[in-house]
């Protein structure tokens, strides 16, 4: 659309200071869902301010939740209004894949759902099926997709089972959870994702009241309760933030400490920055990465779930690896399309090829700025990190996609020397 939002970046110029990491996206998502399984109020001291939470609360307010802004920043949601039976508009869903986490809880307070089916998107068809299988397991024998809904109806309570997912899906292993905790009997989920995230929807949840063990292994053990209560909660800092800031001191040569940061949630990253020559100070809660004199090491990178490399931390290596020098290759398995970066970095100078799932990575001299496209968040983030790199002017646009999951991307970046600035207009 020729009127969104872009970015400005000028490049070259060494980012330098500190760099304060906001709470994380793909953890605030499951939380504000799961703050509906609850009739009293669950306050969030620290929801990050993007459009996926946004869009969140817009979803949450259609299927009858209140939210409630309070006067230090903090956020209240309570499900005591929820009615599974309002219908929210397609294009609300559409705006926000994740609406999707609202199945669980839905089934597991009113017995019935109806959602529109998010679409797949452009970084791959992204499927429902392991949802959709614990479900039926827990009892919802009566879930069909039809004219892009899905609509099912279980008995309330769900009665507690045994599942295997055939994929460690991070939503569905989050949505049977959060269906499990009001269940009948106990849940046990095998094969489940590990994320860290997951891990913070189970503190959340045993704070509400539930009883569940195991997240972050890849079996996890939900005792049903018969309700939950309010609480408040702290979210953790969003690792792949995080991991975008390391990438950007270590792209643009600068000094820069990253502060707000769970060093373990980022060792995969950290790991691999070691690997190429990067050198790094990692303290308990910030990590600094200086700048160097010598050439960075080419690497091969696969993205794997956690504590793998993370699919989400691909694109931003990419933009780096394309400054360093020999050939690199990097291996997506969690998404089929995740490599729309590559004919945008390549229009700034790149030398990269791509071939069924792998990318081939020469490193060149430099990048040179020009107009580039983002297609989805993570391909947005490593468009500006090679814009920072780049020599002359670089305009991405598209930005919205950045700012569905950056908080303050922009003011954050300026702080530590970025020459950045969001323009509007076509
Ligand atoms: N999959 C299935 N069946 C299912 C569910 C998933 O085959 O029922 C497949 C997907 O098609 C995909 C793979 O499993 O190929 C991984 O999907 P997963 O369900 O684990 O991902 P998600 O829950 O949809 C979350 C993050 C993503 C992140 C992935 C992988 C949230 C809100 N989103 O998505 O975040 O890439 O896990 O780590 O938590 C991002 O932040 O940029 C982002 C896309």
Redo the contacts with the bound molecule.
């Keep these: 659309m020729a009127n969104q939002a872009k970015l400005e970046i000028v490049g070259g110029r060494p980012l330098q200071g500190t760099i304060t990491v906001s709470a994380a996206?793909?953890?605030a998502?499951?939380l504000l869902a799961a703050a509906l399984l609850t009739e009293e109020e669950v306050v969030f001291d620290n929801l990050p301010r993007i459009k996926?939470v946004e869009a969140m609360l817009e979803v949450i307010q259609q299927v009858g939740g209140t939210i409630r802004e309070l006067e230090d920043g903090r956020w209240a949601i309570s499900g005591r209004n929820l009615d599974a039976s309002r219908e929210v508009p397609n294009e609300l869903v559409r705006k926000i894949?994740?609406s999707?986490?609202l199945l669980g809880p839905l089934l597991a307070r009113c017995g019935m759902a109806h959602l529109s089916m998010p679409g797949g998107?452009s970084?791959?068809?992204?499927?429902?099926?392991?949802?959709?299988?614990g479900f039926r397991a827990l009892g919802c024998q009566d879930i069909a997709i039809s004219g892009g809904y899905i609509k099912a109806h279980g008995p309330l309570p769900l009665q507690g089972t045994v599942i295997h997912?055939?994929?460690?899906?991070?939503?569905?292993?989050?949505n049977i959870m959060m269906a499990a905790t009001l269940a009948a009997g106990t849940t046990v989920i095998r094969n489940a994702?590990k994320?860290p995230?997951i891990v913070d929807l189970q503190n959340l949840l045993n704070k509400m009241g539930a009883h569940i063990r195991g997240a972050g292994t890849d079996v996890i053990k939900i005792e049903g309760v018969k309700k939950l209560k309010g609480t408040s909660h702290s979210i953790i800092p969003d690792r792949?933030e995080a991991g975008t800031h390391l990438v950007a001191g270590v792209i643009t040569n600068g000094q820069l400490t990253v502060k707000n940061i769970i060093p373990e949630h980022v060792e995969a990253v950290t790991a691999k920055l070691m690997e190429m020559g990067v050198k790094l100070e990692i303290g308990d809660d910030y990590i600094t990465v200086f700048p160097h004199d010598w050439q960075l090491k080419a690497v091969d990178i696969r993205t794997q779930?956690?504590p793998g490399f993370?699919?989400?931390m691909q694109a931003q290596f990419m933009a780096l690896l394309t400054l360093v020098p020999g050939i690199s290759l990097i291996t997506e398995n969690?998404?089929?399309a995740r490599f729309n970066q590559v004919p945008e970095l390549n229009r700034l100078g790149a030398s990269i090829k791509t071939e069924n799932g792998t990318a081939f990575i020469k490193g060149v001299a430099k990048l040179t700025g020009a107009e580039v496209s983002a297609t989805?968040?993570?391909a947005a983030a490593a468009l500006a990190l090679a814009g920072l790199a780049a020599e002359g002017k670089t305009i991405v646009e598209n930005i919205q996609h950045l700012e569905?999951?950056y908080e303050a991307f922009v003011e954050k970046y300026c702080q530590v020397g970025a020459q950045m600035r969001r323009i509007t207009g076509s």
Aim: proline share 6%.
């Design positions: 996206k793909n953890a998502l499951p996926d894949r994740a999707n986490l998107c970084i791959g068809s992204r499927q429902m099926d392991q949802h959709i299988k997912l055939d994929v460690a899906s991070v939503g569905a292993t989050e994702a994320e995230e792949i779930p956690y993370p699919t989400d969690i998404f089929e989805d968040l993570r569905r999951g």
